[in-house]
């Protein structure tokens, strides 16, 4: 795993929106796993003030809330639309997204496997971590080899996604999210954490064991996973200092 680590979030963000920017300027027609949720925002507004060409860019997001309506203001259909789709020139049957509202959700879990198969799978897949170590909504004792499927949330979870819905009861139990399997077959992988609340699980993730109880943790399967995070979601790394000297000290040739 290649890690990375800024001061503050929103040095750690620049270095993010120079990857995916680089991927989009080098390959206008790549496909995107996208996530939502705190992390992603001001990645999402770097994008769009670099002015990039999204006509050709397809994208599969990681996951959608069960049962929520599509124009709930907490639905990730919204939340893509309000912080990236609408303001770049994406072709709106481009953007894929779990349906949470499927009459046969695992049918659909199943068709939205095909689709990125379809689409030749995924080139970078962007993710946020939860504090529970959750990839996706992936929560800890997630098969490392799962799909598309239904999850259900753990009160962690829930009680950490309140703040979107003005209190805990409001957040929907299940969701649709793309399996660890699904992520691992992705052909880069770039993390985001930012903050102290991270710091735990991204401790594990990296430098713990391999293990469902931090589905995180699944990313040292892969050949190509990036880490970007802030000093303080970094503060529980043994090896910071290797990090940070790898990464000042990084060939040309390794550079993006
Ligand atoms: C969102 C997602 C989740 C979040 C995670 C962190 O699509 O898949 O794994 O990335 O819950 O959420 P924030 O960024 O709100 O701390």
Redesign the pocket.
């Known amino acids: 795993m290649e890690v990375i680590v800024q001061p503050t979030a929103e040095e750690a963000t620049e270095v993010a929106a120079r990857i995916v920017g680089n991927l989009i300027r080098r390959k206008p027609d790549a496909v995107l796993g ?8 001001r990645l999402y507004q770097k994008l769009v003030e670099k002015a990039l060409d999204w006509s050709r860019i397809t994208v599969f ?3 959608e809330y069960v049962g929520l309506p599509q124009e709930h203001p907490q639905s ?1 259909r919204v939340f893509m639309r309000e912080n990236l789709f609408n303001q770049t020139n994406i072709r709106l049957e481009n953007t894929h997204i779990p349906d949470g509202n499927a009459a046969d959700l695992p049918a659909s879990c199943r068709a939205y496997e095909e689709k990125i198969r379809e689409a030749g799978g995924v080139d970078l897949q962007l ?5 529970d170590g ?5 929560e800890p004792t997630s098969s490392l080899a799962s799909r598309t499927r239904i999850k259900t949330l753990t009160p962690r ?1 829930r009680a ?2 309140a703040r ?1 819905f003005g209190g805990e009861d409001a957040v929907p139990h299940h969701v649709v ?1 793309m399996g660890i399997g699904t992520i691992l077959e992705s052909k880069k992988i770039l993390l ?1 954490a ?2 102290e ?2 710091a735990e699980a991204l401790a594990g993730a990296v430098e713990g064991a391999l293990t469902a109880t931090n589905p995180a943790s699944a990313l040292q399967m892969h050949e190509k996973a990036i880490v970007c995070a802030d000093a303080a979601a970094a503060s529980r790394l043994a090896r910071l200092d290797y990090y940070r000297w790898v990464y000042e000290n990084k060939p040309q040739w390794q550079k993006e």
């Open positions: 996208l996530a939502t949720g705190s992390t992603p925002v997001n990681l996951d990730y993710l946020g971590i939860g504090s959750h990839i996706g909504f992936n979870t950490d996604n979107f999210t985001l930012f903050g609340g991270k």
